[in-house]
């Protein structure tokens, strides 16, 4: 059982690895953190296609992780 769970924890750790690395910058260099300040101040419009799939993959591959860490720490005791 405790391979198992080792084993699904190495495969998401790579899985969000993977996810953090295809999404894109909030910002490009100096230009992007002036001018990224007002989009977030005035920009209303929430990420949409896949820069939302991505983001919330993300999340729930980060929760997954936590959850079998956890899960492996309480099985090895």
């Known amino acids: 059982m405790a391979s198992f769970v080792n084993i699904l924890l190495v495969i998401d750790a790579v899985i969000m690895i993977v996810l953090v ?18 989009e977030q101040l005035f920009g209303k419009q929430k990420a949409r296609g896949i820069d ?12 997954l992780f936590f959850v ?6 309480f099985i090895l005791q």
Do not use: D, E, N, P
């Not at 991505?54 to 980060?62: D, E």
């Not at 079998?68 to 720490?73: E, M, R, T």
């Open 21 to 38: 690395l295809l999404q894109s910058g909030k910002s490009a260099g100096l230009s992007g953190a002036i001018s990224g300040g007002a």
């Open 52 to 63: 939302l799939v991505l983001h919330r993959a993300t999340i729930v591959a980060g929760v």
């Open 68 to 73: 079998l860490a956890f899960l492996s720490a």
